[in-house]
């Protein structure tokens, strides 16, 4: 079993920064794929980031790929998302999700396996 703890959401004006976490316990095997996801009221689920098992590959998304930086500390079992220039329409509930997988097969938020509970980020103008 697979527990995935976020932390790190909160309120910030436009042009801000945060800084996701993701905390692991259990082993979801290997190879894995780690994502952020997120979800804004009356919106479906969208991909942010992904990264692959040992952090050397990342995938983001089109609407934060320059402002987001997915990253991984494995010693840590800990997954990070560096939010920066946040703006208001990238107010949702942000989840860290694991799928035991590589990230070029696994992409789309019903492909994972384990999922947090998720935390709030709200942005300004």
């Known amino acids: 079993q697979v527990v995935l703890v976020e932390s790190g959401g909160g309120s910030v004006q436009a042009g801000g920064s945060l800084r996701l976490s993701c905390v692991a316990s259990?082993?979801?095997?290997?190879?894995?794929?780690a994502g952020w996801f997120r979800q804004a009221p009356g919106k479906e689920r969208e991909a942010v980031a992904r990264?692959?098992?040992?952090?050397?590959?990342?995938y983001h998304g089109d609407s934060v790929r320059g402002r987001f930086t997915i990253s991984r500390d494995t010693a840590k079992n800990t997954v990070y998302l560096q939010m920066n220039d946040l703006q208001p329409e990238d107010t949702a509930m942000y989840y860290c999700?694991?799928?035991?997988?590589?990230?070029?097969?696994?992409?789309?938020?019903?492909?994972?396996?384990?999922w947090g509970q998720g935390t709030q980020v709200t942005v300004s103008a």
């Open positions: 999700a694991i799928v035991r997988d590589t990230c070029q097969v696994r992409r789309l938020a019903r492909e994972f396996t384990y």
């Open positions: 259990g082993f979801p095997g290997s190879p894995n794929c």
């Open positions: 990264v692959s098992t040992n952090g050397g590959l990342t």
